[in-house]
């Protein structure tokens, strides 16, 4: 995202300004409006003065022309077309591949107004941790243009909720076959075209557990299926094929959800005192197959 303040204070001023083909969304927020104005863009002309406090939007891919007379001030946001994809994918469930944002004059929106108008203030004070604002930024500026487009004043219910079955299975078959692995979140978000953020909280939503707290409870249910089946197999190789780092990771997290450490689990198991794999659940675990 960018930032541009256009100024021109004297009240005899008259010109013609050109802004040429952007990859970009262009937000323009009229602060101060000329006596005339001729604008041109996307298939739109405007010869009438746009109100103070009114915004234009020009998609990506058209260029802006205008012709003004008298002062004005004006503030240019250039917004990145992904950004705007993402939220609607991710906030709105809209289709990311088809167009968003149409081309939009004199649009009064109070909210998308006071956002540009900080967006304004941040640029020009250029304060620690910049980076970070702009990225919050550009997230609240795609949110309020779609809400306005779309007439949606808050995001749906599924949007921020559970994730949907399918994108639950795959996620949690990529898990699976990662297990011995170190899987991260962004790779298992990327698996089902979500941003961490919300990937985890739709997963914890639908499973009761965060993606990682998911990941160890796999493993330690193969950790028991091993420590049943497979008596020659010491420790460090049952937590290595069971996807811990190492020997003291494993027995913590085998201890901490299981309630005893592995060498009691098993010596318990030998002795049959300890049900088979379909008589002992995790604590707070769903099933293996929860979809």
């Known amino acids: 995202m960018q930032a541009v303040r256009y100024l021109e204070a004297k009240s005899t001023a008259s010109g013609e300004f050109s802004v040429p083909q952007s990859s970009r969304h262009v937000l323009i927020l009229t602060i101060r409006q000329p006596e005339r104005l001729d604008l041109r863009y996307a298939g739109m002309r405007v010869n009438r003065p746009t109100v103070a406090g009114s915004i234009n939007l020009v998609p990506a891919g058209n260029s802006v022309q205008w012709e003004r007379e008298g002062a004005m001030d004006v503030v240019f946001i250039y917004l990145e077309p992904s950004v705007v994809a993402r939220v609607a994918a991710e906030s709105f469930e809209l289709d990311s591949s088809r167009p968003v944002l149409p081309p939009l004059n004199g649009l009064n929106a109070p909210e998308l107004r006071s956002a540009m108008l900080a967006v304004d203030a941040e640029s020009r004070a250029a ?38 079955r ?126």
């Open 166 to 291: 399918h994108k639950l299975r795959r996620v949690i078959e990529y898990m699976m076959e990662n297990l011995e692995g170190t899987p991260t979140l962004e790779e298992m978000a990327r698996v089902v075209n979500l941003s961490p953020y919300y990937f985890a909280r739709q997963f914890k939503a639908a499973t009761g557990l965060a993606p990682y707290q998911f990941v160890i409870s796999r493993r330690i249910e193969r950790a028991q299926h091993l420590l049943r089946t497979n008596g020659g197999l010491g420790l460090a190789g049952v937590a290595l094929r069971s996807g811990f780092a190492n020997q003291s990771h494993f027995c913590l997290h085998f201890k901490r959800i299981v309630g005893v450490t592995p060498g009691q689990f098993r010596e318990s198991a030998n002795d049959t005192r300890i049900p088979g794999p379909s008589g002992l659940r995790l604590a707070g675990a769903p099933s293996p197959s929860p979809v």
């Open 127 to 164: 304060g620690a941790g910049g980076s970070l604002l702009a990225e919050s930024f550009a997230t609240v500026l795609a949110v309020h243009l779609i809400r306005h487009i779309t007439g949606q004043q808050r995001h749906k219910a599924s949007a921020d909720g559970v994730l949907p």
